[in-house]
């Protein structure tokens, strides 16, 4: 093995505060820490494939983080601002910002608790720009948690717009566990197998009290109460 220590001022291996070693054939070893043993203490590593391991000895990926916390990387920073987005971007690569066409941002809301809007940003636009927040395509609302298709401002547990409508009511509060709205016709399609049934069912907490079946091999529709 060979080692390269960059120790504080004295020369005590306790000291050590870097130490870059090869162990074996394709392994170099980035050491950051404070022990005084000659063994890699697993801190991070680099392969010879190029693949960097944090607490991992064998990274099998580009980048690979093993631990035991709940959070193993975080992105972002203490500017609380409404509106600033931060995340990961995805897709093709260039050396510069461009043709970046999907990522996942929080956009933060500027409250006191640091809560944001998570949103799935998709740029379906043929040209070499990069998504922005204006391309949300689904996103989860921070404050409320209901969850948005089409929309950034859910007004159900799902709400998936095609088209917004103008001039329309807020939706009934006994009805808005899931949404769907667009500016023209609107619907919900259910496919079954050629000889098997479509199906609504009502219920409460212990009867399945009301059904509405379309039979597709008998071609009807019943009703059930």
């Given amino acids: 093995n060979h080692i390269v220590r960059i120790n504080e001022s004295h020369a005590s291996l306790a000291a050590t505060i870097l130490r870059i070693s090869?162990?074996?054939?394709n392994k170099h070893y980035l050491d950051l820490d404070t022990s005084n043993s000659l063994s890699f203490s697993g801190n991070m590593i680099l392969t010879t494939a190029g693949n960097v391991g944090i607490g991992t000895s064998s990274p099998n990926t580009l980048l690979q983080v093993d631990g035991t916390g709940d959070f193993l990387a975080h992105f972002g920073h203490q500017t609380n601002t409404s509106g600033d987005i931060k995340g990961i971007s995805f897709g093709y690569k260039e050396n510069n910002t461009n043709y970046r066409k999907a990522a996942i941002v929080q956009e933060t809301i500027g409250d006191g608790a640091a809560r944001g809007h998570m949103h799935f940003l998709v740029d379906t636009a043929n040209d070499g720009n990069s998504a922005v927040l204006g391309d949300s395509k689904m996103m989860i609302h921070g404050t409320s948690g209901k969850v948005g298709i089409g929309i950034t401002a859910p007004e159900g547990k799902l709400h998936v717009q095609s088209a917004a409508t103008s001039g329309r009511p807020a939706p009934n509060s006994g009805c808005d566990e899931l949404i769907i709205e667009g500016s023209g016709?609107?619907?919900?399609?259910?496919?079954?197998?050629?000889?098997?049934?479509?199906?609504?069912?009502?219920?409460?907490?212990?009867?399945?009290?009301?059904?509405?079946?379309?039979?597709h091999n008998a071609n009807d529709m019943a009703f059930f109460t």
């Fill in 22 to 25: 090869r162990q074996g054939s």
């Fill in 185 to 215: 016709d609107s619907g919900l399609t259910i496919f079954s197998g050629t000889s098997s049934s479509g199906k609504i069912a009502f219920g409460d907490d212990n009867h399945d009290i009301g059904r509405i079946i379309y039979d």
